[in-house]
């Protein structure tokens, strides 16, 4: 395991636990999300500076959990240029696999309004395959998005490990995602993000964070990021996304900076030997 892997897992390990039956209360379904793109070595920091303030959730022992997330669309790709053409009110459409919980799965349709709240219906799956045939799927779909599902399909699959704090007040969630990849159905392409960390704080509204200092002691600022956008167009050189090359060229700045200061320290190291 590489060292930045080790030590994240030894500081969640000095975080006080919190259980999903503990969690039922805080599903935040219709919320405010606020998304930061950070690196290993700021999580680190971040986590260090936390762990007297947030609980982290373990699920069977573990205190990270890998997710697994197809994304649907049109053929003529509607959800993802609703995005990247920043219409304010946008839908996605996904089936979410909860690896570390039985391969728990959910076909879940998220839509965000012009007042940023974030609106998350979903039912339960059995599996990827047969999300389109189970019974209530195409409604809902349709219900939320104005879109068929049967005009829907697989188009990028991801998978991402997470952790999950929650403040001692249980008035917000923190997800924390990292090692990061993307799999295109469609040109068969692959991307890995590296060292990239997505941040997403999810709260009822403008309530105080206890975060929001922190994040901005680090130097870590809001930013919009979607990992469905982000996953078709580094898949998929064909897609129209100017308006997301800028985010790319972010990604590329972290882990730069990453390797530089992985390489700066190792110097230092060695200097002192």
Known sequence: ???ANTEILDLLNLMKPIS???MSSIKLMNRIDTKFVT???LLMELLKRVRDKYFVQEI???R?????TTYFDTDRYAQYLQHHNRYSNRTKVRVRTYLSSGDLTFLEVKRKNNHLRTK???IQVKSLETAAQTEGASELVLNRTGLRLEDMHPIVQNHFERVTLVNFGKTERLTIDFHVTFHNFETGNDFDTQNIVIIELKR???IFSPITNILRDLHIHPTGFSK???GMCTTDPNLKQNNFKQKIRMLKKINQDETYQIRDSAEDVEGNT
């Open 228 to 230: 469905c956008c982000i």
């Open 60 to 62: 069977n022992g573990d």
């Open 39 to 41: 690196s290993k070595r």
């Open 204 to 206: 009822d509204g403008n």
């Open 120 to 122: 998350k219906k979903r």
């Open 1 to 3: 395991m590489p060292k």
């Open 64 to 68: 990270i959990s890998p997710y697994r």
């Open 20 to 22: 999903l039956d503990q």
